[in-house]
Each structure stands twice: as structure tokens, then as C-alpha cells.
């Protein structure tokens, strides 16, 4: 089973809250998920963003993957590093 790390939606039609959640990949966006990781929040000025970093380190420790937009929220918070400050 792979892991990945990304965002499922929640909240009202026209007012978008996310979950970063841990969850199986074959599993649909709003579907089945196994740990909720922190929450994002896009329509609040500035965008309200709240990550559990000790559950973030322990499922990369195990092998997920992370998607595009979960990555970058990541990455503005600091949680990791962009593949081009690797190089």
C-alpha cells in the first residue's frame, strides 16, 4: 500500500477548508484517510495553516509521498526543504 500525503476538502460550497491527511492512493480525494496531519485554511486573510510536524515526519519517515499542493504548503511552513534549495 502506498501512502501519500495530501489535501482532502471540507466546508461549505464556495468556502473551501482543507485537511492534510495521510491516506492510501488509491483511495478518493474525500475518501477513506489515515491520519489527519493539520488543516488549511484559504479564505482567511492571511491563510490560516496549522500542521501536526511530528505526524509530517513520521509518515515521510515510512515511505509517503507527498502531492504538489501539499508539498508547498509544507514548504512555506518550513517543514521541508524545496527541491531546488537541494541543489
Known amino acids: 500500500m502506498s501512502v501519500k500525503i495530501r489535501l482532502t476538502r471540507m466546508g461549505a460550497k464556495k468556502k473551501p477548508f482543507y485537511r492534510l491527511v495521510a491516506a492510501n492512493s488509491k483511495a478518493p480525494r474525500d475518501g477513506r484517510f489515515l491520519d489527519i496531519l493539520g488543516y488549511y485554511d484559504p479564505k482567511t486573510d492571511p491563510a490560516i495553516v496549522k500542521i501536526d510536524e511530528e505526524k509530517v ?16 504548503i509544507l514548504e512555506k511552513q518550513g517543514l521541508t526543504k524545496s527541491p531546488s534549495a537541494a541543489n
Open 57 to 72: 515526519n513520521y509518515w515521510l519517515e515510512k515511505g509517503a509521498v507527498m502531492t504538489e499542493s501539499a508539498r508547498s
